[in-house]
């Protein structure tokens, strides 16, 4: 369904409950799937959960994970390891064409039985699980964390641990911080030191264990790019949120600074603030290296407040749901963006002026609508296929409605 959004006006003091990480999450469902005294509070609502946590429950033979990215490759790890199982793992075209070569090498590396049924490299994937007795594995790093999480959740599941050897640049290392905090708060033994990772073998945690997952960050970042394009004083308060968070991209709260915007910790909950005017000479640069899901908000943030905008470090942004940066181009250009884009980097020069009705393409990719939603506050704009937001924040067009956004369904 396509919806289009009149010029809003945003209404202040609003407070808005967002779901729970999909990252924390799809781990935890994971880790709950081999350790069962693990119990979780507050989930992700997200298609990707949902579709993850169906997955670990299903006894069917062919397991069709559609978009979902992550589900992909975690359970390509988790199934290798389900003794006298063996399943289809499938998604949708896209998937299809996602990469999960480097993957599937470390774990065949690892003992692992997995073939390819269709192209050499990519889903669907016919995997027959068994115990996989050898510990020592490389891993390129430079290309997704999800490929060294996924190891790391099973590490402590073989016989032997795991003892993983990453090659290259890390790619988003604050995701493997994340699933090395939930192994420990099991009681599992992780060491990550230089390029190496140790993951000690354990059977079962010594007691049961409990997790409250905390919201998303990347979902918090759209409010984030509202308030940075609304006038000074505009504030809006999230919830539910840690200071000290597992999540990367919570480096939200710093890079916003550079828009005008602050945010106060309260408790669980965060108050972010319009406090300054953008002055237009600025000129954002950042490495995003550790947090690529942000640079489609940020980027349209930049070309909204018509500052120069200079992001490096999207290299994996060519392989999610979409090719994003060329997605991103694409419709900026529509909108009057003057910005060019190489394998791993984006450049967005100032612009005066902002095309009004402009349809956006979602291109199947959840972020690509909700990154360009709040220049409903600046112009008309409508959206192709909105509901694609699902896949990681159900509810966000309505709740961009209860802030003040005149949205309605073509």
């Given at each position: 369904m396509d919806i289009s959004i009149q010029k809003s006006k945003l209404l202040n003091h609003q407070h808005i409950q967002i779901t729970g990480s999909k990252s924390e999450s799809n781990r935890l469902l994971l880790l709950?799937?081999?350790?069962?005294?693990?119990?979780?509070?507050?989930?992700?609502?997200?298609?990707?959960?949902?579709?993850?946590?169906?997955?670990?429950?299903?006894?069917?033979?062919?397991?069709?994970?559609?978009?979902?990215?992550?589900?992909?490759?975690?359970?390509?790890?988790?199934?290798?390891?389900?003794?006298?199982?063996?399943?289809?793992?499938?998604?949708?075209?896209?998937?299809?064409?996602r990469p999960i070569k480097i993957l599937v090498d470390a774990l065949r590396e690892l003992g692992a039985d997995i073939a390819y049924m269709e192209n050499e490299g990519f889903p669907p994937l016919r995997i027959k699980g068994k115990t996989l007795t050898k510990s020592k594995v490389s891993l390129t790093a430079n290309v997704s964390s999800q490929y060294i999480s996924a190891l790391l959740l099973i590490g402590s599941s073989l016989p032997q641990g795991l003892d993983l050897s990453?090659?290259?640049?890390?790619?988003?290392?604050?995701?493997i911080h994340m699933t090395l905090s939930l192994l420990k708060q099991l009681g599992v033994q992780a060491y990550f030191k230089e390029n190496r990772?140790?993951?000690?073998?354990?059977?079962?945690?010594?007691?049961?264990?409990?997790?409250?997952?905390?919201?998303?960050?990347?979902s918090a970042s759209y409010f984030y790019s509202?308030?940075?394009?609304?006038?000074?004083g505009t504030e809006i308060t999230l919830s539910t949120y840690k200071k000290e968070s597992l999540q990367g991209d919570s480096k939200l709260a710093s890079i916003y600074q550079g828009f005008g915007v602050e945010t106060e910790f309260k408790g669980t909950t965060i108050k972010i603030k319009k406090t300054l005017a953008q002055d237009t000479r600025s000129n954002i640069r950042l490495d995003l290296s550790d947090a690529p899901?942000?640079?489609?908000?940020?980027?349209?943030?930049?070309?909204?407040?018509?500052?120069?905008?200079?992001?490096?470090?999207?290299?994996?942004?060519?392989?999610?749901?979409?090719?994003?940066?060329?997605?991103?181009q694409?419709?900026?250009?529509?909108?009057?963006?003057?910005?060019?884009?190489?394998?791993?980097?984006?450049?967005?020069?100032?612009?005066?002026?902002?095309?009004?009705?402009?349809?956006i393409a979602t291109y199947s990719?959840?972020?690509?609508?909700?990154?360009?939603?709040?220049?409903?506050?600046?112009?008309?704009?409508?959206?192709?296929?909105?509901?694609?937001?699902?896949?990681?924040?159900?509810?966000?067009?309505?709740?961009?409605?209860?802030?003040?956004?005149?949205?309605t369904s073509v």
């Open positions: 709950q799937a081999l350790y069962p005294n693990v119990s979780l509070q507050n989930l992700s609502n997200s298609d990707d959960t949902q579709l993850m946590g169906k997955a670990l429950t299903s006894t069917s033979d062919i397991i069709d994970i559609h978009h979902a990215g992550t589900a992909m490759r975690f359970l390509t790890a988790y199934f290798a390891i389900q003794e006298n199982r063996e399943v289809v793992l499938t998604g949708s075209s896209r998937m299809r064409e990453l090659t290259g640049k890390v790619t988003s290392v604050p995701y990772i140790q993951i000690k073998p354990k059977s079962m945690p010594v007691t049961s264990c409990s997790f409250e997952v905390e919201s998303d960050w990347s509202i308030i940075a394009l609304s006038k000074v899901d942000i640079a489609q908000t940020i980027a349209v943030t930049a070309f909204g407040l018509g500052v120069a905008c200079q992001l490096n470090g999207l290299h994996t942004l060519k392989i999610k749901e979409t090719d994003r940066l060329e997605a991103l694409t419709e900026l250009q529509k909108l009057g963006a003057n910005i060019a884009i190489t394998e791993e980097s984006l450049k967005l020069e100032p612009s005066v002026t902002i095309n009004s009705n402009v349809s990719d959840h972020r690509m609508a909700m990154a360009f939603a709040p220049l409903g506050l600046l112009v008309p704009i409508s959206f192709q296929n909105a509901y694609v937001v699902t896949k990681s924040y159900p509810n966000f067009w309505e709740d961009l409605r209860s802030i003040g956004f005149h949205i």
